[in-house]
């Protein structure tokens, strides 16, 4: 473990050099200030000018939905202010953390990102030598992914990574203790009982068409959406016994969101960052996973026995590819084509980084051809999306998450070639881009520029 490790420090020493390199007016002038400006916030008009990154700093810090919960962390939901109400919609787990840890907001980097290097840590020591989890090759593309700006924030995600990320090694070694600790942390820090237990019925019932076993299925079931079910109802009692709580508080906050199923129009997002993002995950994400899904079906409903062997892995396999595309699915039919916060519900999850980490192997038996062919039909459309749709009129730096995450599954799709030196030069090269990306969105955010997430 000492090697990913150090890759993680490094990373995150490399990041922190070159944002602050680029506070500095004549570095950020003859390098990044060439090909874009910097989203400027006053008194809410957001332009975008020549002006080199901002201060890190409480003020700074404290933006978007990290002002929530750190509202949480100092009052808890004690609030009266009627603007302030919808934190109920915020569970409390990462901002008791916060609390107790007793850092400065903007310590909450270092808090945040070493939570998200242990969760990758654990999650590459639960799949095993046997995917070649040691390989540098497997850390290095999830640093790669354009959401690891989120880990840098005051927000869940990193919270959410670690909590999940004891829990699958639970599952996966056999350890229902480890899992039922972790899964019901998971269940303090974010509303995921909705998505994850649903997750968890579509994938004992895949495994139930091959074994036809009900009890055992239906035992299955109770027992993995326990701690989920059990984590939920203790936030939403510590809610209750706040003066403006109630029991119920939670769902009377979220209907302020205006969720309603309905089909699709005028996609739009935030920003166009976040738009770039959100589009690769539609392409290279949403789209592979729902063929999966239906040739999966397809396969168990035609032939007698198991259409995949029920292992934990592919257990966890399975359950990871549901929830993610489930994901995707509440964004599209229930924000009326709003896909703001899709990449980072997606690619920020522990269960993309599981498959990431583990899922390669059945790609290897693959013709080259056909995954090339696949993967260029993918990336061709929505490079014509990115310049097609009336959001999106034209390509500039702001399309970069788009190039990055292309980039990244690429190199995910080839890793049998991980070992020569044109692999090597490429991945560098797009490790690169992502530290500079990471560092522009998160000045963004300390700006107060517009929403990626």
Known sequence: MRRPILILIVFFALTALVFFMLQNKAVFDNTLGRITGNWSNTDGVITLLQKPYSDVNKENYIRWDGYYYYVISEVGYQVRSAELNHIFAFFPFFPLLWYLSHLPPEGIVFLNYLFFAIGVLILLKSCGESVGASDPVKLLLILGLPTTVVFFMPYTEATFLITASIGIYGLLRGKYGLYFIGFFLLALTRPTYTFLVIAIVATDFVFFLGHGNFKRSLKSIFFKALPLLVGTFVVFFAQSLFETGSFTKFFEVQSHWDHKLRLPHNIHDWSHEGFSMNLGVLFFIAIPFLVFIVNLLVKSFRRTGAAIEETPHNYLQLLSL???FGTFLFILLFRNGGLN?????????????????YSFRYFQAILLDFRSSFYAIL??????????????????????????????????????FWQRTLYKILLAFTLFLNVVWTTYLFNMYLADGWIFT
């Open 379 to 416: 990336f061709i459309t929505g490079v014509s999306m990115l310049g097609l749709i009336p959001y999106s009129t034209n390509w500039d730096f702001a399309d970069l998450g788009y190039f990055i995450l292309s980039g990244v599954l690429l190199l995910w799709l080839f890793q049998d």
């Open 341 to 357: 916060s899709l990449s980072r519900y997606v690619l920020c999850s522990p269960f993309l980084i599981f498959l990431l980490i």
């Open 322 to 324: 549901i929830y993610l």
